[in-house]
């Protein structure tokens, strides 16, 4: 198999050849990017580099080992493959070109019509490749990712027992904000007490599945 | 109407086992990008509060928001999506008609003063006072204005409540405008699609069930977690695109094959839905995987802009800069240091995996 540099002066190559032939006269191509692969690294087996092009701006996967290209072969074209990387969970896409066998992308940017130079591109591949390679960008390190922590924070602001004591009570509440009133979640002796708990990395003390499922009313199964 | 059951009292009642109730739960937070832990905290606000009380309007419309709502493919299936929320007025779907069905707006307008949610389906004309959208021998507008002058927040169901759609569509003889143009003083959230997608519709409906907020939205006031990246990013002709490889007739070889439908007129590329990921009729297909581009039916303004065979030359004319949430406010072009690292993080955020955090 290829080292990871051999490996980024094929895809170059292979791309610029696309990009002469099938891709001339698309009218969606930035003049102002060429071709070029920004900082290869060996990851898991593979080579992980990203790929500037007139036309898109992606991650490349190529396997580096024969174990892998074993592996690649083996996945249906068009099919996604997660991959945990430090900054998080990457849905990469299953892809084969003749003279580069199989290969997963993952795209940051298509159309680049929006980078005015080479420089920019490379910048941002660059600035990509680093951030991809980030633990603190994890969501699952409970530092980053909106969708976390808005639900996060509207489990303390979320309150039950306020739109349970009556209709109209909760009419003030400002829907988009969820640092309004925070009264106290009623105790429920049956009931896991999730409304209180904080951000869902401390949770935990939560109760077993089965716990869950026989803590409150039996299952009544078969019905439906 | 005088006590709201809660949403898991009414599972329980047709007979829905508790089996089935907690994996909804967990499907339904995976699919908002929710991270597991919070399923059971789902699961606790359904069992625990009233239901939300939805009005749900219909202005000049198709119906296919409603279609596509009850044919929601979650394990709970149709019948009990409606019994997520209180539907209390839905003119397709209530038994209710008549002047009984009118005083139901009425009365929902008063008791749950601040507390209903309105849903949108279709949007009001204006043209000729109202007249081409008639409801109870009154213009769709002055209902729409009723009742949404005491709801807590509004939601636009399909492109014609988010964007005008095709009756907005030039020269819009009617006058037919979208929610957010007539009403201003309400928090609006966007599902645009024509129609939307079910498992999407339903997701924001169970989001405002259970943390009584709207989910966080985009510059133009859609959910983000459906609506942050375009059908082409995760599209799986995607590699065909990269490589060049596009159909240039209607069942030529490389349609058969497969490759990219760009050349046909596909408007996959400026296109912000969750199509090529959550798919459709419970994740079986969807219009790129039938052969056929993508129209971009959840874009502002879709029918304006050119045949659907036509191809996407100009980026720019389907405003690309205005959609993109967060490139867009570094938008005119990326130049310095600072704003391409901002842009290449920014877009590793969106490419990153939403659906929920294992």
Redesign the interface.
């Given at each position: 198999m290829p080292d990871a540099p051999a490996a980024a002066e094929e895809l170059e190559r292979v791309f610029r050849r696309i990009h002469e032939t099938r891709m001339d006269g698309v009218p969606i191509l930035n003049p102002q990017l060429q071709v070029e692969v920004v900082g290869v690294r060996s990851w898991n087996g593979c080579s992980l580099a990203v790929l500037v092009t007139p036309w898109f701006i992606n991650l490349m996967l190529l396997p580096a080992t024969v174990e892998q290209a074993a592996a690649f072969a083996a996945l249906p074209l068009g099919t996604k493959q997660l991959h945990r990387l430090p900054a998080g969970r990457f849905e990469f896409i299953v892809g084969e070109e003749a003279d580069l066998g199989r290969y997963e992308m993952c795209s940051l940017f298509s159309p680049v019509l929006e980078f005015e130079s080479q420089e920019a591109a490379r910048l941002a591949a660059a600035a990509a490749l680093e951030a991809l390679f980030d633990a603190s960008l994890d969501p699952a390190s409970g530092a980053d990712e909106p969708a976390r922590t808005d639900a996060a924070r509207s489990v303390d602001g979320t309150t039950p027992a306020a739109s349970a004591a009556g209709e109209n009570d909760v009419g003030d509440r400002d829907l988009t904000s969820s640092a309004t009133r925070h009264p106290e979640l009623p105790p429920s002796p049956t009931a896991p007490q999730m409304g209180e708990r904080g951000a869902a990395s401390s949770l935990p003390a939560l109760p077993s599945r089965r716990g869950f499922l026989t803590g409150r009313l039996q299952p009544r199964e078969g019905s439906r | 109407m005088t006590e709201?059951e809660t949403f898991y009292d009414v599972l329980?009642r047709q007979?829905?086992?508790?089996?089935?109730f907690?994996k909804f739960c967990s499907l339904t937070a995976a699919s908002?990008?929710?991270?597991p832990?919070?399923a059971?905290?789902m699961?606790?606000?359904l069992?625990?509060?009233?239901r939300t009380p939805v009005l749900w309007l219909h202005g000049l419309e198709c119906t296919c928001c409603s279609e596509a709502f009850i044919r929601s493919a979650h394990p709970l299936a149709s019948d009990v999506i409606l019994s997520m929320i209180s539907l209390d007025y839905d003119d397709t779907i209530m038994a209710a008609a008549g002047h009984q069905a009118e005083a139901i707006v009425d009365e929902i307008v008063e008791?749950?003063?601040?507390?209903y949610i309105l849903a949108c389906e279709g949007n009001p004309p204006l043209n000729e006072d109202g007249m081409y959208c008639i409801i109870g021998g009154k213009p769709y507008l002055d209902q729409l204005k009723k009742a949404a002058s005491n709801c807590?927040?509004i939601i636009s169901w399909g492109s014609c409540a988010s964007w005008g759609c095709v009756q907005a569509a030039r020269p819009n003889p009617t006058q037919a405008v979208p929610i957010h143009k007539v009403i201003r003083d309400k928090?609006i959230i966007k599902v645009p699609g024509c129609p939307p997608i079910p498992e999407v519709m339903t997701a924001v409906i169970t989001y405002i069930a259970?943390?009584?907020?709207?989910?966080?939205l985009d510059r133009q006031g859609r959910p983000?977690?459906f609506y942050s990246q375009r059908i082409?990013?995760?599209?799986?002709?995607?590699?065909?695109?990269?490589?060049?490889?596009?159909v240039e007739a209607w069942d030529d070889d490389s349609a058969r094959k497969?490759y990219c439908l760009?050349k046909m007129g596909c408007k996959g590329?400026t296109t912000y839905n969750a199509c090529s990921t959550t798919r459709w009729n419970g994740g079986v297909s969807f219009p790129i995987q039938s052969g056929h581009g993508c129209i971009g039916c959840s874009e502002d303004g879709f029918w304006d802009n050119g045949g659907f065979y036509n191809?996407?030359?100009?980026?720019?004319q389907f405003g690309?800069?205005a959609n993109a949430d967060d490139?867009g406010k570094?938008?005119?072009?990326?130049?310095?240091?600072a704003?391409?690292?901002h842009?290449?993080?920014s877009?590793?955020?969106r490419?990153?995996?939403?659906g929920g955090?294992?």
């Open positions: - | 709201i329980r007979g829905i086992s508790r089996r089935s907690l908002l990008g929710l991270a832990e919070l059971p905290q699961a606790y606000a069992e625990t509060k009233p008791k749950y003063k601040g507390n807590k927040a928090p259970t943390f009584e907020k709207l989910p966080e983000k977690m082409h990013d995760k599209c799986y002709r995607r590699p065909h695109f990269d490589a060049g490889q596009f497969g760009y590329p191809r996407l030359t100009n980026i720019h690309i800069e490139i570094t938008a005119a072009g990326v130049v310095g240091a704003v391409a690292a842009a290449a993080v877009a590793l955020k490419a990153r995996d939403k955090n294992a």
